[in-house]
């Protein structure tokens, strides 16, 4: 058999062929390209409306303003007690606690005065404000300056600052006193509860002789 009826064996009608034609039916929606741009219009209108409801309740609502109550000012109360410094010739130097009003003789009395004190040139009867020292000398020894009240460093004797109730400034505007020099001052008259005698200077760092003569003519007890 040759090749020719081969073939044409092989493609002869079996009668099968009409099982082989399937007919699908015929949709009944048709979506045209019009339509799907119209539901992706929706889509994205939809999106837009969900998205803003989540962006305005996720916002924090506004806090309310915090108000304080206004503070009301009430008359300054008097001082319930004053502190007073204590120097010189005494038991107890150093600061002494009293009731507004007190006198110098009830800062001497808790003081303790030595025998060898010399309370002529102190006036008992003054009345002590917050802040104020009382230098007490020994016998012999030069009266400092009456207690002021105002808290100067300068004392009575001829414009001459007072060692004991001086400021740093005070001294700075001494001749020849820097503020290495003024510190130096105070703080040895902090670490011997005051000064009793102006030769004490020639025991502070940085005064020697020379500057011990100049300041002696502008200082005071």
Known sequence: MDLAHRLADLTAPTGEEELLNVRYPTPRLRI??????????????????????????????????????????????????????????VAHPGLTTLAPGARAADALAQAGPLPEAELLGINQAQKLNDGVQIVVPKQGEAVPAPASNSGGGSGAGGGKVSL???????????????????????????????????????????IGPAKFAELEKQVTL
Do not use: M, W
């Open 164 to 206: 004991n109730t001086a400021t740093a400034a005070d001294l700075i505007a001494l001749s020849g006193v820097g503020e290495k020099t003024a510190a130096a001052i105070i703080a040895h008259r902090d670490s011997i509860g005051g000064y009793t005698s102006v030769e004490q200077l020639k025991d502070v760092k940085g």
């Open 32 to 89: 045209t390209p019009r339509h799907g741009l119209f539901v992706v219009a929706a889509a994205a209108v939809l999106c837009a409306v969900v998205g803003g409801r989540y962006l305005v309740a996720s916002e924090p609502a506004e806090e309310a303003p915090v108000t304080f109550p206004l503070a009301t000012s009430s008359a300054a109360e008097p001082p319930r007690e004053i502190v007073v410094s204590v120097v010189g010739a």
